[in-house]
């Protein structure tokens, strides 16, 4: 890390009060090593998100006991406070909660857009406040510079582990007080700064999966926690029997594998009839996308506006973007895909990018196009 005057990435001064995000994990030990380098006031802070006693669960990559563990055993060997930020009622309300419903309604959300910016950027920005710090610090890769006087989130230089699709919606406030000091490394730079401090932080592995979900399987989890989703007919676009799905909340448009279909070509999962709780497939041609309509933008670099724009839409985590032109509304906005996209899911969200890979604007898909059968 350089100092702040030599990149366009956004680090506190020397001497500033930082509450560093600690996961236990590799990224946050190196963001809080480097800070403290750098001659930062620092406090390590982990978010509990599981009850007391937590037990063995999913959480425990970056949100159980564990993590607190490593986290505080991390802030010892930098000689900085470390404390636990319980949020465990408020991600019960605001993430899992809505998780189950949204999936239960027939949408495909990403609860972990929703929980950067409610949680930790909204329980640990109010610890931050208490605290007196100035900043808080993420572990992220992605850059955020000042640009024409906003906050602009800007895609990481190590592209393969750009993290800047989860951050988009986070707000003009909420980016002021942020940092992300790994936003100009490899994650190979990182573990080394972490693994300099804590070689079991340093050599820690990467959870990838969504951290309250069971074995990856949300739809355990939705029926657990709303009602049992029956079993129903699987449908062609013409409207005929091919098969019969284990109910709908198993699956999610685009989808290919586990339908139990033979057929000449691939099927796709390309809509869902949930009066009918019918589930329709086609083939690939038939799950293209030209359109779609969305909830209120979250500006980012781009002000808020009235006028069309062109941009690079990704639309999802790991989507490639493509070129579309946004028409900003008063609730939402029209996106038009120059290129038609396969799978365009309501309960995403498309991230809007100029080719310069900043962060133009956010929205959640809202609706597209079903097949019409």
Not at 69 to 98: K, N, W, Y
Not at 248 to 276: F, H, K, N, S, W
């Amino acid at each position: 890390m350089t100092p702040s005057g030599d990149t366009p990435n956004r680090i506190p001064p020397p001497g500033a009060r930082v509450l560093v995000a600690m996961s236990g994990g590799a990224d946050s030990a190196a963001v809080a090593a480097l800070l403290v380098r750098r001659g930062c006031e620092c406090t390590g802070a982990t978010l509990r998100l599981v009850p007391d006693p937590p037990g063995k669960s999913p959480f425990e990559p970056c949100c159980g006991l564990d993590a607190a563990v490593d986290a505080a055993r991390v802030c010892e060997r930098l000689g900085i406070p470390h404390e636990v930020v319980h949020a465990v009622d408020r991600f019960d309300r605001d993430i899992i909660t809505r998780f189950v419903r949204d999936y239960a309604a027939g949408r495909t959300p990403n609860p972990c857009i929703r929980c950067n910016r409610m949680i930790k950027f909204g329980a640990l920005y109010g610890r931050a406040r208490a605290l007196g710090c100035d900043w808080v610090a993420m572990g992220h890769y992605v850059r955020l510079e000042e640009r024409n006087g906003r906050m602009a989130l800007r895609r990481a230089l190590h592209r393969v582990k750009d993290q800047s699709y989860v951050l988009a919606p986070l707000t003009q406030p909420q980016l002021r007080r942020a940092c992300f000091p790994l936003g100009e490394m490899t994650k190979e730079e990182a573990r080394a700064a972490a693994g300099g401090i804590d070689r079991r932080s340093g050599e820690k592995p990467e959870s990838q999966e969504i951290c309250f979900v069971y074995d990856n399987d949300y739809a355990r989890l939705v029926e657990e926690r709303a009602v049992p989703f029956p079993p129903g007919p699987i449908l062609d676009r013409n409207g005929q029997v091919l098969g019969t799905h284990h109910g709908l909340v198993r699956y999610t448009l685009g989808q290919r594998r586990g339908l139990g279909i033979a057929a000449p070509r691939p099927l796709y999962v390309i809509g869902m009839d949930r009066e009918r709780n019918a589930l329709i497939v086609g083939y690939d041609e038939d799950s293209f996308c030209p359109s779609f309509t969305t909830g209120p933008l979250f500006w980012g670099s781009l002000p808020p506006q009235t006028d069309p724009f062109d941009c690079l839409a990704q639309l999802r985590s790991r989507h490639h973007p493509g070129p579309a032109r946004v028409s900003p509304g008063r609730l939402g906005a029209t996106v038009t895909l120059l290129e038609p996209q396969r799978a365009v899911t309501p309960g995403q969200w498309a991230v809007f990018y100029d080719s310069d890979g900043y962060v133009l604007a956010a929205a959640e898909i809202r609706s597209a196009p079903g097949p019409g059968i």
